[in-house]
């Protein structure tokens, strides 16, 4: 059964707090990972997209890495602008083309 | 640019009516999704429409849901009957085929 599981499920870090974000899959064959910034009362909002094992990508106090099972999205010194609950999905082959299987989320939460 | 546009951001409603969610994509892009957000739980996929095909409604959690695409732009989700189990945020998301999805601000259902 395709799954993808996030951890942890809420993270509380003080402003300059470097930390980690788990997004774990298992699906038959990725055709890409997805990671969304959701803000409370708005729609996801797209930040990266990995494809294939070591790929990494950033933007800014962020960097998204991918495994053949997993990736990370480290935030270096975060400041509390970041905070916001940040989701993650995959697509694969043998799903319908474009369809997002999303997990649960992780809330972030940056004190001054 | 103009986003993914959804009406109305919120809607009350009390148990037993029929709601209409409107979802407006952006310009140009052909497919169209609809997702459910649940409190506490991750998106779920409802319906996608691609271009002028039929619909893919795999994801419709009953015969009380139904959605239309016309013109290929805006799409309209109905829910018939709705019970207090449909109080969700749904979003709507618009991309080009296989493309990054885009999402708008979604509906808050809230059902009485």
Redesign the interface.
């Known amino acids: 059964e395709d799954q993808?599981t996030q951890s942890p499920e809420a993270l509380r870090l003080q402003e300059g707090e470097s930390s980690s974000l788990n997004c774990s899959y298992t699906v038959s064959g990725l055709r890409g990972l997805?990671w969304?910034r959701q803000d409370p009362?708005?729609?996801?909002?797209?930040l990266f997209?990995l494809y294939s094992a070591g790929e990494e990508k950033e933007k800014e106090r962020l960097k998204a890495t991918l495994t053949k099972k997993e990736s990370f999205l480290h935030i270096t010194a975060p400041k509390p602008e970041d905070s916001a609950t940040y989701?993650c999905?995959v697509q694969a082959p043998h799903l319908?083309?474009?369809?997002?299987?999303?997990?649960?989320?992780t809330e972030l939460s940056v004190k001054p | 640019g103009a986003g993914?546009s959804?009406s109305p951001s919120n809607k009350v409603t009390e148990k037993g009516k029929d709601v209409e969610l409107r979802c407006d994509p952006i310009s140009g892009h052909t497919?169209l999704?609809w997702?459910r957000q649940s409190l506490?739980?991750?998106?779920?996929?409802l319906i996608?429409f691609?271009g002028n095909s039929a619909p893919?409604k795999?994801g419709l959690p009953s015969d009380r849901f139904s959605a239309e695409r016309t013109g290929g732009s805006v799409s309209t989700l109905t829910i018939q009957r709705t019970q207090q189990e449909d109080s969700a945020v749904y979003?709507c998301?618009s991309?080009s085929?296989?493309?990054?999805?885009?999402?708008?601000?979604?509906t808050r259902l809230s059902v009485l």
């Open positions: 993808v997805f969304y009362g708005k729609g996801p909002e797209f997209t989701l999905a319908l083309q474009g369809k997002l299987i999303f997990g649960q989320g | 993914v959804q497919a999704y997702y506490g739980q991750g998106l779920e996929f996608y691609q893919d795999s979003l998301a991309s085929p296989g493309d990054i999805q885009y999402f708008g601000a979604g």
